[in-house]
């Protein structure tokens, strides 16, 4: 464990500040998770097959199969099974060189952004887009768990909503200690109840195939493809890019590359990165599958698109209509929400610390964010958002695809090719600027137009690929406004060390607390070294650590350049 007391304080060189005192749910880093911070060499004593056991468990849920099935309701199988390969094309490329940045440099997905072009408070903004993330699909989630607690024991949902919430708040509290055991003990048997349901339909009703490539739902163009829905449902699908947060936040613990490890190293990147899109599509594709099934076995086509609607005619395939088939279906659902959900809450937590201790340099706890993305989640499930999916999600992936896009940009074009952005993460305050006019102009730029788009101002056309127009959009300006910037807004101060140097540990000056040196920056103010977290909560500085007349710390045993 990296975080400890040293064994006399007076030997660490303090300044006349007061020492920062953290609560015991910051100081201990079992519940903290490092949410704010680096993730240190020392905590990550998990395999790689652990991480991407625990990564993959997080894309449990079901929301795929409810979307995939809300596409083929509304749009007809042929334009929601394009529209569903389109996005996961999409994501999948994009998804590469976000995981890749995370496993290498140990940082979540937030402080990835603050380097990528985006500033130190530039990336406040993404912090938002991903925690609205979490909490949309835990309500989303929720809302499934509360339809097969309703359909198996008559629980009203209103309740059901909040039995579905409180639940998961012991699970997640102790982040991934326990989320890593919970995934990885739970995955056969839910991988087993996902494949097992769709295999049984086929063997009973081999027409089933046909009447789901012929199932038109209520599309206004029956089953033929049109572009217009196409490009709607592909917009609905593409909501989804945002999950690449959640997956960066159990990539951050992957061990280091080394020569000895590096194709198990890749594997696990790739397949707990970006790998995650290509399970997901299968399960829209197979939600989209199920709906139809519900629908030609009497369910509503109002309620062909729930998941437990699917698997209740899934799992009567295998055993028959009865209490056994009913059953087996409830625990599915119930366990795959479960799973799912943590990691909604979990990465949530983190976002909301992220955000909040930028702007109120304060850090109760990550375990108190838990509770505010949760109740956030209750109220979307108590206002029904269940019945608003395609247009909630529609809107959403605007603006989680002009910042996915501009953050990839910058790191596919930016940082290798021009080379006017660092090549590696930079996340401290000390280091950056505010605000980067490469990565946080570009997503404000492409997300105004995509939305102005998304609500019909350019005509039909661009409001069907208005998350399309995102992602270009966002491509383009990120290196344009990099070389007319000649990327001057990447780093405020030539840092004193940057990751790749050997692991080492040192003490903040300020709480004093020893802390890997990926960690630490020089501080003139505090006149020593200090940690990222006590930097970020620093509000007397008044980051003058940046400012020419800046008395030079002798941080690492070199002056920082001022």
Not at 174 to 195: A, N
Not at 223 to 243: E, M, R, Y
Not at 343 to 369: E, K, M
Not at 532 to 543: E, Q
């Amino acid at each position: 464990m990296s975080i400890t007391l040293p064994d006399d304080p007076t030997d660490i060189k303090t300044a006349t500040k007061p020492r920062r005192k953290f609560n015991r749910f910051v100081n201990n880093p079992v519940i903290e998770d490092y949410s704010l911070r680096y993730a240190p060499k020392s905590f990550r004593t998990w395999s790689q097959y652990a991480v991407f056991s625990a990564a993959l468990g997080g894309i449990a849920y079901l929301a795929d199969q409810a979307i995939g099935g809300s596409l083929a309701v509304e749009y007809g199988f042929t334009n929601a099974f394009y529209a569903i390969l389109a996005a996961a094309t999409v994501i999948f490329l994009t998804g590469i060189p976000i995981a890749y940045y995370c496993a290498k440099y140990n940082v979540d997905v937030d402080l990835l952004t603050r380097g990528a072009g985006f500033g130190y408070l530039g990336s406040t903004i993404t912090s938002v887009i991903y925690a609205s993330f979490t909490f949309i699909f835990f309500a989303l989630e929720g809302s499934v768990m509360a339809q097969a607690f309703n359909l198996y024991f008559g629980i009203p949902l209103p309740y059901g909503y909040a039995i579905a919430s409180l639940m998961i708040i012991p699970l997640v509290a102790f982040g991934m200690t326990l989320l890593s055991k919970l995934q990885v003990w739970t995955q056969p048997i839910w991988l087993f109840l996902l494949f097992s349901p769709p295999i049984a339909v086929l063997v009973v009703d081999p027409h089933a195939i046909g009447q789901w490539t012929s199932f038109a739902g209520s599309s206004p163009s029956g089953t033929a493809f049109n572009p217009l829905l196409f490009g709607a449902a592909a917009g609905i699908a593409l909501s989804l890019i945002a999950q690449i947060g959640e997956q960066a936040d159990y990539l951050r613990f992957m061990p280091d590359k080394t020569k000895q490890n590096s194709i198990g190293w890749w594997l696990a990147v790739l397949g707990a990165g970006p790998g995650w899109v290509i399970l997901g599509a299968a399960k829209q594709l197979m939600g989209s599958f199920f709906a139809s099934v519900a629908f030609n076995h009497g369910t509503p086509l109002a309620k062909a698109n729930e998941p437990i609607q699917m698997y209740h005619a899934g799992f009567n395939a295998m055993f028959g209509v009865g209490m056994v088939a009913i059953s087996i279906a409830t625990f599915f659902i119930i366990l795959s929400q479960i799973k799912i959900n943590v990691t909604n809450a979990y990465s949530g937590s983190l976002s909301w610390s992220n955000f909040f201790s930028r702007i109120f340099h304060a850090h109760p706890g990550r375990l108190v964010y838990i509770f505010l993305n949760i109740g956030i989640s209750l109220t979307l499930m108590e206002l029904n958002m269940f019945e608003f999916l395609g247009k909630i999600l529609g809107f959403y992936s605007n603006v989680a695809v002009a910042w996915i896009g501009a953050v990839t940009a910058d790191l596919v074009i930016n940082k290798p090719l021009l080379k006017l952005s660092p090549n590696y993460v930079e996340f401290k305050r000390a280091n950056l600027y505010n605000f980067n006019p490469v990565g946080f102009g570009s997503m404000i730029i492409a997300s105004v137009i995509s939305v102005a788009a998304f609500f019909g101002l350019f005509g039909a056309y661009a409001a069907a690929f208005s998350s399309f127009i995102a992602l270009g959009i966002a491509f383009i300006a990120s290196p344009i406004i990099a070389i007319i910037t000649k990327g001057k807004y990447y780093v405020a101060r030539d840092p004193s060390y940057h990751a790749g140097i050997s692991h080492s540990t040192m003490n903040c000056v300020s709480c004093g607390y020893e802390f890997e040196k990926e960690d630490m920056t020089g501080c003139p103010f505090h006149a020593g070294n200090i940690c990222s977290l006590c930097c970020s909560l620093d509000s007397d500085c008044h980051d003058m650590c940046k400012k020419p007349h800046a008395t030079p710390s002798l941080a690492f045993g070199t002056p920082p350049i001022v």
